[in-house]
């Protein structure tokens, strides 16, 4: 494994600036860090490659995580059923995997 981090990381096709944390057969995994409860819904790359959701959803009954989902969908153009939320579900620190 590289000493850096970010070597490690890889650009999403089509997207040379986005980058993601690892790629899973024809899925990529991104590491998203969550805030609820924000004025705003947003997704912002931070610039160690990981992502930053701002949410206006409240953190209960899944309404962040749906939110998320939904988001995450938008943004990279795919379908929300193409987007998965592999560890974190109840934690502010998401892996989110994006079927391409």
């Known amino acids: 494994?590289?000493?850096?981090?970010?070597?490690?990381r890889t650009a999403l096709a089509g997207h040379s600036s986005l980058t993601f944390d690892?790629?899973?057969g024809a899925a990529v995994i991104l590491r998203v860090k969550v805030k609820p409860n924000s004025r705003t819904s947003s997704l912002i790359q931070e610039p160690d490659g990981?992502?930053?959701?701002?949410l206006k959803a409240p953190p209960v009954d899944g309404k962040a995580n749906a939110e998320l989902i939904a988001l995450i969908a938008e943004h990279f153009g795919c379908r929300k059923a193409a987007v998965?939320?592999?560890s974190g579900a109840s934690g502010r620190i998401k892996l989110v995997k994006v079927e391409a």
């Open 22 to 24: 690892y790629r899973q």
């Open 1 to 8: 494994m590289a000493e850096d981090p970010a070597a490690d």
């Open 84 to 86: 998965e939320i592999r």
């Open 50 to 54: 990981s992502w930053r959701a701002l």
